[in-house]
Structure formats: C-alpha cells, structure tokens
C-alpha cells in the first residue's frame, strides 16, 4: 500500500463549480498535511496545510482533515481556468529529527471554460 | 523576501561531465531539502540538512553529493550521472520543525536537468 493515494485524475469540472480533491495515508500517527499545485513546467506552490480534525477555509479553498478515516481533502469553490493544475497531496514525517514530507501521485484538474 | 532561488534554470551534461547546482534562501529557514521529480511524477525527497548538518539521505546514489556551506545556501554536486538522472530538481526549504507551527515547505523553481 502507498503512504498516500490520490486519484490521479484527470478530474475534469466546469468552470464556477466545486473542484473535490481527495488524498488518503496510510500512517496513523500522521499529524500534518499539505496540499500544493503544480503547474506544468512549474514548482510546487503551497495552497494550503492541516493539522487539526475539520475544516480550513482560505478564500476558495477549504481543506478538510478527518484522521479516523485517515483523509484528507481539498475543495475550491467557484473553480476558474486557472485552477487547472496537478494537485499534490503531501503528509509530513519526522524522521531522525528532521521533516519528511511524502507526496501523492497528484490529481491533474481541469476547469472546463 | 519569501523566495527560494535555483541556478541554473537548465543545464544540459554528460554522463562525464561535474556539474553543481545551486539553491539560495534568505528567509532564515534552517531546514534545506533537494528533491528530484521526473516528468508526471511526484517529488521524491533526495537529501535534507537541517542547522547545516545532513539529517536524511534518501540512499541517493554517491554520483549525487549534497554540500550545505551556511545556512542559506545548497548546493548539489554532480558526477559520472546516467540519462535516467535527467529530471527536474527542486530546491525547498522550511524552519525547523522544533520551532512549532506548520514549518511549511517553500519549493525553488527547479534546475531542468538533462544527462546526454
């Protein structure tokens, strides 16, 4: 089993809809996560990050935690053209005193004008 | 300033050549990471020094040699690579994780790397 899944998409929404990401892991001792977008040809760009069980707003992204399940999500609402990306779900470790973070495959998103 | 700086921004070698690429910050972060992602895939952690000391080796091969001079600065020494090294190499770096809070990554734009 991987440490963390996504569906690697493409997950295809038209535009002014809500885009519904989803990550899952494996270890349950996992306490931070992070979603980043990757343009192609680009570098990771941080979103968001979630370390509490709930919600997290920011402008039109809500990142969601549910850590019984093991899941973690990501919705942005009123999706644009823009938004189309590679989502990366990340889980963070730390391993000999130093941080890990581990990736998913991504979920490639397109908003469909 | 919120930047992580990457040179140079392509680099094209042979599988004799020694290249280095460089990575910068000024945001007094003390955690510095060099990741490698080939095309459609996820980045995969290489190396992570921490107060300028290597704190993880992700068993990368020894043609791969990472140097952190002070605490702005990595560098990633390269020698004798293959053309599956070619890919393209990300520079991050966040605080500590001991300092609290989300000590966030903040990923470089990348060094596209190809071995001919």
């Known amino acids: 089993q991987k440490e963390v899944e996504q569906n690697s998409g493409p997950l295809s929404v038209p535009e002014g809809a809500i885009a519904s990401l989803n990550c899952t892991y494996s270890d349950r001792g996992s306490q931070s996560f992070f979603w980043y977008r990757q343009y192609s040809g680009k570098s990771p760009e941080l979103i968001m990050f979630i370390y509490s069980n709930g919600d997290k707003e920011d402008g039109r992204f809500t990142a969601q935690l549910n850590k019984a399940s093991q899941y973690v999500s990501l919705l942005i609402r009123d999706s644009q053209p823009s938004d189309s990306a590679t989502y990366l779900c990340a889980v963070r470790s730390i391993i000999q005193g130093a941080q890990k973070l581990v990736f998913g495959q991504g979920t490639r998103l397109t908003i469909n004008p | 300033d919120t930047e992580v700086t990457q040179t140079p921004k392509h680099l094209v070698m042979g599988m004799t050549n020694k290249k280095s690429l460089k990575c910068e910050q000024h945001?007094?972060?003390?955690?510095m990471y060099w990741y490698k992602q080939k095309a459609k895939k996820p980045p995969e952690l290489m190396f992570v020094y921490s107060y300028e000391k290597l704190s993880i080796n992700e068993s990368v091969p020894s043609r791969f040699s990472p140097e952190c001079p002070n605490s702005s600065l990595l560098n990633l020494h390269l020698h004798a690579l293959q053309p599956e090294d070619s890919a393209l190499y990300l520079c991050?770096?966040?605080?500590?994780?001991?300092?609290?809070?989300?000590?966030?990554?903040?990923f470089g734009p990348g060094t596209r790397l190809t071995v001919l």
């Open positions: 945001m007094g972060h003390r955690a």
């Open positions: 991050a770096s966040s605080q500590e994780w001991t300092s609290g809070g989300a000590n966030e990554q903040f």
